[in-house]
């Protein structure tokens, strides 16, 4: 291992240690603490939003109009986390791409992609997207051609936001969970396209 | 400005886009991100204040650790204030 084992290694003595000092004190249980694990490991599966939006017309107009509640019909939730949070999502199209970050911490739609890529929390990507973000595409594979607009987002603590991809070509006879299997995590935050 | 406050700024370099980039590194990153939820949860601090706790880390150290470095530091920190934890563990101010 790289020199960074030993330091790892010290740190996760130490969250132990903290752990068993709250769990001892009553102040966090072990059984709480390994559920949120658990749901943390659950693999997230936003891409079910999409591709029901990519098949049914009617649920990406509410969607795009009101994705907070959209969401609830394929029995999502923008209020199991802490505090209940606003969803919107945001239309690619052949004119216009978006791209989402946080420039001031880490503010992702974890009820939908699960917790961020550590590249989505670093300090290159938050600083730099919202300035070259088409420099910032190209690192990730992503060219975009001139005249396409490119719309960065900047997520809040109330405010969360989806990209809801174009959908490739050539999947028009492909069934709904077929399509769900093309989308990925970077797509939906808008560093790929399909 | 915090230090935090990033976005526009230059001079943080090349992005690091790996094909798999599972979200935590390493089995500890889970857990203190973990403990956080449930402490959020059960009231013992809110969200606002882990940010800002996060955010008025000196800037050297904000910049030398790693996100979920910040996470934990600023959980003992909160806690050590609360009277909650005597475990040595790193922590702010």
Redesign the interface.
């Known amino acids: 291992m790289s020199e960074g084992h030993h330091h790892d290694g010290s740190i996760a003595q130490q969250v132990r240690e903290v752990e068993a000092e709250l769990e001892a004190s009553g102040i966090v249980s072990a059984a709480e603490l390994e559920a949120i694990l658990d749901a943390m490991r659950t693999p997230a599966d936003g891409a079910r939003v999409v591709a029901h939006a990519w098949v049914d017309a009617a649920f990406r107009e509410r969607l795009l109009g009101d994705a907070t509640a959209a969401i609830e019909e394929l029995g999502y939730s923008m209020h199991g986390g802490v505090r209940p949070q606003m969803l919107v999502a945001l239309e690619n199209t052949e004119a216009v791409h978006n791209v989402v970050v946080c420039t001031l911490c880490s503010c992702y739609p974890i009820a939908l992609l699960g917790p961020s890529p550590p590249w989505y929390k670093s300090e290159a990507y938050r600083s730099r997207v919202v300035r070259e973000p088409r420099a910032v595409l190209s690192e990730f594979g992503l060219e975009l051609a001139e005249t396409v607009e490119v719309r960065v987002w900047d997520a809040s603590a109330e405010t969360r936001y989806l990209v809801l991809p174009l959908r490739p070509r050539g999947t028009d006879e492909l069934a709904e969970e077929h399509l769900a299997a093309l989308i990925t995590r970077n797509g939906m935050i808008g560093t790929a396209s399909l | 400005m915090r230090v935090?406050?990033?976005?526009?700024?230059?001079?943080?370099?090349?992005?690091?886009?790996s094909e798999s980039?599972?979200?935590?590194?390493?089995?500890?990153e889970?857990?203190?991100?973990?403990?956080v939820?449930?402490?959020?949860?059960?009231g013992?601090f809110a969200?606002?204040e882990f940010?800002d706790t996060?955010?008025r880390m000196p800037p050297t150290d904000y910049?030398e650790t790693s996100?979920y470095?910040r996470w934990?530091r600023a959980?003992?920190t909160l806690?050590r204030e609360r009277g909650?934890?005597?475990?040595?563990?790193?922590a702010d101010g």
Do not use: C, K, Q
């Open positions: 935090n406050d990033v976005g526009g700024m230059e001079g943080f370099g090349a992005l690091s886009v980039d599972p979200p935590f590194h390493a089995d500890w889970a857990h203190v991100h973990a403990l939820s449930a402490l959020v949860r059960r013992v969200l606002d940010r996060i955010e910049l996100y470095e934990f959980t003992t806690l909650l934890l005597s475990a040595d563990a790193p």
